[in-house]
């Protein structure tokens, strides 16, 4: 099942975890303490996270470990890529625009 990683990140509890585990590995009481969600919620996040491709679950003995995973970041990094080149473009224009308009007032 393909969810949507935008549908997937709109949470702010989730958002939170992903923040969280940035830092690397960490087992659920761990997320719980720094994100500040109850033990459920950061269960059923780190569920829905884990279906979306987003963290990953390794088996430590009696722990387990969840990190994220960087295909989804990548993707999204990709996707995002087309429209930073559209800003970038207008930013360009834009700083040129401005310089011309500066330096066209520091002749007067």
Same mark, same amino acid.
């Given at each position: 099942?393909?969810?949507?990683?935008?549908?997937?990140?709109?949470? *702010?509890?989730?958002? #939170?975890?992903?923040?969280? !585990? /940035?830092?690397?590995?960490?087992?659920?009481? @761990?997320?719980?303490?720094?994100?500040?969600?109850?033990?459920?919620?950061?269960?059923?996040?780190?569920?829905?996270?884990?279906?979306?491709?987003?963290?990953?679950?390794? *088996?430590?003995?009696? #722990?387990?470990?969840?990190? !994220? /995973?960087?295909?989804?970041?990548?993707?999204? @990094?990709?996707?995002?890529?087309?429209?930073?080149?559209?800003?970038?473009?207008?930013?360009?224009?834009?700083?040129?625009?401005?310089?011309?308009?500066?330096?066209?007032?520091?002749?007067?």
């Amino acid at each position: 099942m393909h969810i949507d990683v935008f549908q997937t990140l709109a949470d *702010p509890t989730r958002r #939170r975890i992903v923040e969280v !585990l /940035r830092g690397g590995e960490q087992q659920v009481g @761990d997320v719980v303490a720094k994100a500040g969600v109850h033990q459920s919620g950061v269960s059923r996040h780190l569920r829905i996270l884990s279906e979306a491709g987003f963290v990953s679950m390794r *088996p430590d003995g009696q #722990r387990r470990l969840y990190a !994220l /995973r960087p295909e989804p970041f990548r993707e999204l @990094d990709e996707w995002l890529g087309s429209y930073r080149q559209l800003w970038e473009t207008r930013l360009d224009r834009f700083g040129a625009a401005l310089a011309k308009k500066q330096h066209g007032s520091k002749k007067k």
